[in-house]
């Protein structure tokens, strides 16, 4: 069973160590075992304090992330390019404080709606640096996931293919592939295909629904997307992601268009995802024996 985790901005977007501690009792309570934190300001919070209380609920972390266009890795401007580097090194180190194994999420361009194409000489500075940071992460023991979204959010990287590809291109090997299915249910041909692609190459999977709300009252058909990370043997943390107007952090909540509110009762939408992914896992392992035992 793999174990699970949750988006800390089901409960709050918030950073003060009242919000931190919240979303950690709840999420432990409700029986996950890995809460994500995106954008860890450490001049905002105490990380020695935090990681001690994270230790006293056993609860593991992710840290996720988004480049802002003045720190995109992928632009032709040098001086933004080292301001990127600059930036994913300090996450790495906060992961790293914080007793992290994993950095997720858009670490390859901005997090934004581009108006322009992206280009060779761009991807090469990406690649270029994330080669740096894949070595620094290295030595921090921490783990590089590069989190493909849909065109929306990034020029660069859409599909799990062109994942695969940078990532060979990049040639460290601690980068991994971030999956999540709200963004293949928009790019990949076919979601569970991309996920046998992606092979041991999957370093962290996201579970979010189509309107990103409620899992299953959405459009994803989820049976196809479980038997595959069950054949990929990916034994890793699936954690759960959600938005809603509810909960409203300034750059993230604008930036994924999350406009309207798809629930106010968190507690009951994260027990719900909770029993719901239980639910997926359990059915791919008895599909599976169908199929395998004679
Ligand atoms: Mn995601």
């Not at 996450?91 to 709606?113: E, N, P, T, Y």
Request: no cysteine; glycine share 8%; charged share 20%.
């Amino acid at each position: 069973m793999n174990p699970m985790g949750i988006h800390a901005f089901v409960w709050s977007a918030g950073s003060t160590p009242e919000d931190l501690s919240r979303a950690l009792d709840h999420s432990s309570a409700l029986g996950y075992s890995l809460i994500e934190f995106p954008r860890l300001d450490p001049k905002k919070f105490d990380v020695p304090a935090f990681a001690q209380s994270l230790k006293a609920v056993t609860m593991g972390i992710a840290v996720t992330m988004g480049l802002q266009p003045s720190a995109d890795i992928s632009s032709e401007d040098a001086a933004v390019v080292a301001t990127g580097e600059q930036v994913l090194r300090e996450a790495v180190s906060v992961a790293r404080d914080l007793g992290a194994q994993k950095l997720g999420g858009i670490l390859f361009s901005a997090h934004d709606k581009y108006m322009t194409m992206p280009t060779a000489r761009g991807r090469q500075n990406s690649i270029d640096t994330l080669r740096k940071v894949a070595r620094y992460g290295a030595e921090a023991g921490v783990t590089i996931n590069l989190e493909i979204v849909n065109r929306f959010e990034s020029n660069l990287l859409n599909t799990t293919a062109q994942g695969l590809a940078f990532i060979a291109d990049i040639g460290e090997p601690n980068v991994y592939l971030h999956l999540d299915t709200f963004h293949m249910n928009i790019e990949e041909a076919n979601p569970a295909d991309a996920i046998r692609a992606a092979g041991d190459r999957l370093g962290y999977f996201h579970v979010g629904e189509s309107n990103r709300g409620f899992l299953g009252a959405g459009t994803i058909d989820y049976a196809p997307i479980f038997d595959a990370l069950l054949d990929n043997g990916y034994a890793d943390t699936i954690t759960f992601e959600s938005f809603s107007s509810a909960v409203v952090d300034k750059d993230l909540s604008i930036i994924t268009g999350i406009w309207r509110n798809t629930w106010d009762d968190n507690v009951a939408l994260a027990r719900h995802a909770k029993a719901f992914i239980q639910d997926q896992m359990d059915s791919a392992a008895r599909r599976r024996r169908i199929t395998r035992t004679p």
